[in-house]
């Protein structure tokens, strides 16, 4: 059962989706050589905290910290711990949530850790935070779910193949419905399977976080000991990006987005929905 959300709780969702934001904005600017991931994690739970929220990652399946913090070759679910320590040249992609009176927020991003990157990462970051942004632009009412998947996986098949071959969509990850839990009903693929159908029409109400996943290489992954870290399995580095957003009567709202996504989506000719927050 998808959850239908009114006007009044997608306004709550982007309370939530504007402690993320801040998170985002922390972390970044933390994200240096020297900083170890534990380092991030703490300064994204002084966010929360600043901001009267409430952490859903922290204790989420046994999920032992606020954030996940997943470097070079780890997809997802990176464990921030005092060994990790971030070097020049390095690539972070940091996974945060938050929860503001049972509403949830949730986003990612990846930074670059010092300088020095090889043009072949920064052009894999580009790929898969914009073929998020092609994701969300198809979000529109009387779409289809997997209208989002084919926008996502269309966007990262039509660039320039990396030097080392290929970009890896990854399979066994993808985005999901948010509301009252972070993770809800449906499932959204960051590619095209033709047996799961075209799943659920898109209504206003609707919220998901969508995040591609690709790597340099594989779209393959395995988990580590720890039962959380999710590696490609040859040893490729990856990107990861999401943002959470609602469609509304007005068109797609993204929650996370500081500017609701006025600015991403204006270049697809689409106008965000109007910002529902008092703190906008």
Known sequence: MVQIKTPEQIAKMREAGLVVAAIHAATREAAVPGATTLDLDRVARKVIADHGAKSNFLGYGGFPATICTSVNEVVVHGIPDDKTVLKDGDIISIDAGAIVDGWHGDAAYTAFVGTGHAPELVELSRVTEESMWAGIAAMKVNNRLVDISKAIESYIRRQPRPATGKYGIIEDYGGHGIGTEMHM????????????????????????????????????????????????????????????????EQGPLVLTAPDCGKAKLAQYGIEAAPDPSPRS
């Open 185 to 248: 009903d449906p499932h959204l693929l960051n590619y095209v399977a033709r047996k799961r159908g075209k799943g659920i029409k898109l209504v206003p109400g609707v919220c998901l976080a969508i995040e591609p996943m690709v790597s340099l290489g594989t779209a393959q992954t395995e988990v580590l000991q720890d039962d959380w870290t999710v590696i490609t399995t040859d040893g490729t580095w990856s990107s990861h990006w999401e943002h959470s957003i609602a469609l509304t």
